[in-house]
């Protein structure tokens, strides 16, 4: 794929931290953020969540077994009677125990398919977890090329600047140069002196700029801000999108893949609510074991234990409509995302449009602002011989170097405002890589 490259003045630009200085390349940049993103980090912990939530049991079609054990010791007072008083019982303070365990295992048989609709939901809900983590790592990747290479414009920027300081240093070394001979005043040298301390100062206030963006860029790949690098690179636009396919991709991004998952999880959602008004049919076994004593009274001791069977069948008859106005609610959840999805893609198609148009506009900007740079570089070359030879003024001077510096400005933010609008594409149709 031919790209158009974009050298735009690029000089070494350093600032000094530190004792020392590490170089830092768009990709080391990337893979610091993708290792490091707190983002991405929550986004693959949720994956995680719903990965282990994707599972028959968490839906309920698996059998549950559970273990029950009661111990009762009770302090009593009987009092009997008999037809034969001989055999009358009266006592205080008599101790008895009663004991029960048992095992029972249950299995759901029939809830009108609910298990069945909680399975597909929890799988959604595991692949629209994944997708967020696409699209994360997408954002994240989109933000640290759009900050490193807003630090490289800005360097660009501070090289033009330098670019300009030296002619202004030579202004003046040749007006000085005519003073001693007398083909000078003072006021063309106070000028240029004028003209030299802004540009310094345009300088420093240049060098602020780029050190907040590294700090920003630096908070972008969470490391420290206070770290030391260097970026030396150039700005380089791929200039052969094809929009008709990005277009297509962009229609298929996992963002809009998440919008089209949560349509699925609300109607499967709705099927879980339709089913808690179908009778339920749960199958029970198990053993009981009870055992109960006693110090005194009818029964002195009386044990029983085996196993059991069961069948359990509940029919919702009425609970107040809640099962139904919530089924409705689910109902009207589902029409939401929907609208939600429509107005995402409509949102995803205008931004596509709106941002090729920008890109597309700011490359054929490019071709003309390359010349007019050459050109105004050369005129400044020019001029200056002139102003050397005598045959130019200090204005003519100032025009051209004016002339030079917009020049160069408007070249390096078209290139950077292309560079932005590809990145963004790029992210769109989820093509970015590290």
Do not use: C, W
Not at 187 to 213: M, R, T
Not at 313 to 318: H, T
């Amino acid at each position: 794929m031919r790209k158009l490259i974009l050298f735009v003045f690029l000089g070494t630009v350093s600032s000094q931290f530190g004792y020392s200085q590490n170089r830092l390349s768009l990709s080391d940049a990337l893979a610091i953020a993708l290792k490091n993103s707190y983002n991405i980090q929550l986004a693959k912990n949720n994956v995680e969540i719903a990965t282990i939530n994707n599972y028959v049991g968490v839906a309920g079609g698996l059998p549950t077994v559970n273990a029950t054990v009661n111990d009762v010791e009770n302090i009593t007072t009987i009092n009997q009677k008999f037809p034969d008083p001989s055999r009358d019982v009266t006592r205080s303070g008599v101790s008895s125990n009663n004991m029960n365990a048992n095992i029972t295992a249950g299995i759901l048989l029939f809830n009108g398919f609910r298990v069945k609709a909680a399975q597909q939901r929890l799988n959604e809900l595991q692949k629209m977890n994944q997708d967020m983590l696409n699209a994360q790592i997408q954002s994240t990747m989109a933000s640290v090329i759009t900050s490193y290479y807003d630090v490289v414009r800005q360097q660009n920027l501070l090289s033009t600047i330098n670019k300009s300081i030296e002619v202004s240093q030579q202004r003046i070394d040749i007006i000085n140069s005519r003073k001693e001979v007398g083909l000078a005043n003072n006021a063309d040298l106070y000028q240029a002196q004028i003209d030299l301390n802004a540009l310094v100062q345009s300088k420093q206030a240049q060098q602020l700029i780029i050190d907040q963006g590294k700090t920003n860029l630096l908070s972008l790949i969470f490391v420290s801000p206070d770290s030391s690098v260097v970026i030396n690179d150039t700005i380089v636009v791929d200039e052969k999108i094809n929009f008709s396919q990005l277009k297509t991709l962009a229609l298929k991004n996992p963002q809009v893949s998440v919008a089209e998952q949560q349509i699925k999880i609300n109607e499967l959602i709705e099927r879980e609510t339709a089913a808690l008004r179908v009778p339920t049919l749960r199958a029970t076994t198990g053993i009981n074991f009870s055992n109960t004593k006693s110090g005194a009274g009818f029964i002195l001791e009386n044990r029983s234990y085996g196993p059991f069977l069961g069948v359990n069948l509940a029919i919702p008859i009425y609970n107040g409509l809640i099962n139904k106005k919530q089924q409705q609610v689910a109902e009207i959840n589902t029409r939401n995302a929907k609208v939600q999805r429509d107005q995402f893609l409509l949102d995803i198609e205008t931004g596509a449009v709106r941002t090729y148009q920008a890109y597309a506009n700011t490359l054929a900007q490019l071709k003309t602002a390359q010349q007019n740079q050459v050109l105004s570089k050369q005129l400044l070359d020019l001029v200056m011989q002139r102003f050397q030879l005598g045959q130019a003024t200090i204005v003519d001077v100032k025009l051209a170097q004016q002339s030079f510096e917009n020049e160069s400005y408007r070249l390096v933010n078209l290139a950077f405002t292309a560079k932005v609008a590809e990145v963004e594409l790029k992210r769109l149709a989820n093509i970015i890589e590290p």
